[in-house]
């Protein structure tokens, strides 16, 4: 079996694994763990110095916040995928996560009043989010228009942390590796011989077939999975379970799914569609695959029987397991 280094990191776990009979291990873990500090540091919604609090905190003062060149590359990104979902994915979506109870918000309150969620909403909107890029230092700044806007990349910010790492294990000349970061996961090469690439396991949340996987998929090339679930990280309120996933265009819990897992060029791109998916759910998928080409979704909805459903690009990758097959969609 590969060797796996496994390590605590963002209140989460991180893995990198290596091919069998790998001893590089002691060395590369901790050039993959400084990226993902790194990453925390600046795009940490709760770490006063980010560059997210910084910008959070001057949010309606018209002032411009200097920022990393890195954080404005992962902003223009999550801005991207907004617009593609109709505000679907949105990085404002903070003040959202605090009605509903996340974000150092109170936990088992009761569902918000029709006041207070018309009026967080009017907080949650990334056409107001202004990002400038100049040739000139400081090269990147970033403005919220109105206060008590806020930023939250927590659906793309780990994608990205993976990213960082997969590039620079590249930059050691590392050839075969994975790198997972709380199921956001990126591959290098096969750990064994006759393999295409890393064979992963995608969780079944529910287990209700027997065995603990919905299926398998192989990342080749770099290829790159996340998974976004209601089943893992939520409150509950009023005695529901609300997942972290809130849909920005009506305020309420993201509804429909139980996970979907996204095939993506990268980390990045993974993360952020799985996020985007969650919330647009099987029927309103197009527009965003329609702009990320190559990528698919394998999803689980939460019906009675849950249903598997697969896009076409990953029909014959996605090996559904033995229970599931009959399930399979698309
Ligand atoms: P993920 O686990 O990647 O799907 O990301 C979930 C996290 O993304 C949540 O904990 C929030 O920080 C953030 N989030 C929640 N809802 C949205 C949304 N509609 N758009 C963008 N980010 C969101
Ligand atoms: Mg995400």
Redesign the pocket.
């Known amino acids: 079996a590969p060797v796996t280094a496994r390590w605590p990191v963002m209140s989460t776990v991180a893995e990198l694994s290596l091919p069998v009979g790998a001893t590089n291990l002691p060395r590369l873990q901790p050039i993959v763990a400084g990226c993902f500090d790194a990453v925390e540091n600046r795009l940490s919604?709760f770490r006063e110095t980010s560059d997210i609090a910084r910008i959070n905190r001057q949010a309606g003062t018209g002032i411009p916040v200097a920022v990393a060149a890195g954080t404005a590359d992962v902003l223009a990104q999550a801005l991207s995928v907004a617009r593609e979902s109709g505000g679907?994915?949105?990085?404002t979506?903070?003040p959202?996560?605090r009605l509903w109870g996340?974000r150092g918000g109170v936990t088992n309150l009761a569902r918000p009043a029709h006041e207070a969620l018309g009026g967080t909403l009017a907080l949650v909107d990334w056409r107001q989010v202004t990002l400038v890029v100049t040739a000139a230092p400081p090269h990147a700044a970033v403005h919220l228009a109105r206060p008590g806007m806020e930023l939250?990349l927590?659906?793309?910010a780990?994608?990205y942390a993976v990213d960082q790492a997969y590039d620079a294990l590249l930059r050691e000349g590392c050839s075969v590796f994975l790198v997972n970061l709380a199921g956001?996961m990126r591959g290098r090469g096969a750990p064994a011989a006759g393999r295409r690439g890393w064979r992963i396991g995608i969780r079944d949340p529910l287990q209700v077939q027997a065995g603990a996987w919905l299926g398998t998929l192989t990342l080749e090339d770099g290829e790159a999975l996340?998974t976004?679930g209601n089943y893992e990280?939520f409150v509950v309120v009023e005695g529901e379970r609300v997942p972290?996933?809130?849909?920005?265009r009506d305020g309420q819990p993201?509804r429909g799914l139980i996970s979907v897992t996204v095939l993506a060029g990268s980390a990045l791109e993974a993360?952020a569609l799985?996020?985007?998916l969650?919330?647009l759910g099987v029927d309103q998928r197009r527009t965003v695959l329609r702009a990320h080409p190559g990528c698919g979704a394998v999803y689980l909805t939460d019906t009675r029987p849950p249903r598997l459903r697969v896009t076409p690009e990953l029909h014959g990758r996605f090996r559904p397991a033995p229970g599931w097959k009959t399930a399979v969609e698309w």
């Not at 679907?88 to 990085?91: I, K, L, Q, S, Y």
């Not at 972290?244 to 920005?248: A, R, V």
């Open positions: 919604f679907a994915f949105d990085p979506v903070a959202l996560m996340f939250d927590g659906g793309i780990k994608g956001n996340a976004s990280r972290h996933i809130i849909d920005p993201a993360d799985s996020t985007a969650f919330v």
